[in-house]
């Protein structure tokens, strides 16, 4: 089975611009779960999706939002970027629930100037 | 106190010695524990899962669960210079049904 793919790899944005994010999970995986990893605060819980259904959500503010498509595919997006949204994006997908065992993808890597 | 705590490191030890990383939990009702390896600059990568108390093998690798003392951790055994990466430990998060991550372990493993 192909892995979790996600695009674009990398990402230069501006202050303000806003940004959106793919995902695809492994073929047969229903739920997708984002992740913002930082090098002071590790990986953060952004969203979980089901179903096309945001089944969970983490602390996060409003600018940060996702969607599921009908064949799992997902995307997020961050409006109103600022210079502290610079991270490493990571979307998992896992069979069920997103307490399941998780399968990452390669991430997208982005800098805000 | 954090929901789920690793020791930052760096963790360092010979090539061939046995390596042991800790993680401690705080939620009880977690059911669910996984091992995940990230190298620097890629993504995690699961190396075990975990779910009954006591110990899984799988290969130079044994993670060990003990849930009254909300410890789990993770042995690599024969130690290479090839184990050298961030040792993430992630537990289920109860109530909140969500996985919910430790900061990392960084292991260097010196030839």
């Known amino acids: 089975k192909a892995g979790v793919t996600q695009t674009p790899r990398y990402l230069i944005k501006t202050r303000g611009q806003q940004v959106t994010l793919s995902c695809s999970p492994i073929?047969?995986?229903?739920?997708v779960s984002w992740y913002q990893q930082t090098p002071g605060q590790g990986l953060q819980f952004l969203f979980e999706?089901?179903?096309?259904?945001?089944?969970n959500k983490g602390n996060f503010p409003g600018r940060f939002s996702g969607r599921q498509f009908s064949n799992s595919r997902s995307e997020m997006n961050v409006s109103t970027l600022e210079l502290g949204d610079s991270a490493l994006y990571l979307c998992?997908?896992?069979?069920?629930?997103?307490?399941?065992?998780?399968?990452f993808g390669p991430g997208t890597r982005l800098t805000v100037l | 106190q954090k929901e789920v705590e690793q020791n930052s490191g760096p963790l360092s030890v010979p090539e061939g010695a046995i390596a042991s990383l800790n993680c401690t939990y705080s939620?009880?009702?977690?059911?669910?524990f996984f091992w995940y390896r990230q190298y620097s600059g890629k993504s995690p990568e699961l190396i075990m899962s975990?779910?009954?108390?006591g110990d899984k093998e799988d290969g130079r690798f044994t993670a060990q669960l003990n849930k009254a003392s909300q410890y789990v951790s993770l042995l690599i055994r024969d130690s290479q210079p090839s184990d050298s990466a961030t040792y993430l430990c992630?537990?289920?998060?109860?109530?909140?049904?969500?996985?919910?991550f430790g900061t990392g372990t960084l292991l260097a493993v010196q030839p």
């Open positions: 998992a997908s896992s069979a069920d629930r997103g307490t399941d065992t998780q399968y």
């Open positions: 073929s047969g995986h229903r739920s």
């Open positions: 999706y089901f179903s096309e259904t945001q089944r």
């Open positions: 939620d009880r009702g977690s059911q669910s």
């Open positions: 975990i779910y009954s108390n």
């Open positions: 992630a537990v289920e998060g109860g109530a909140t049904n969500k996985l919910i």
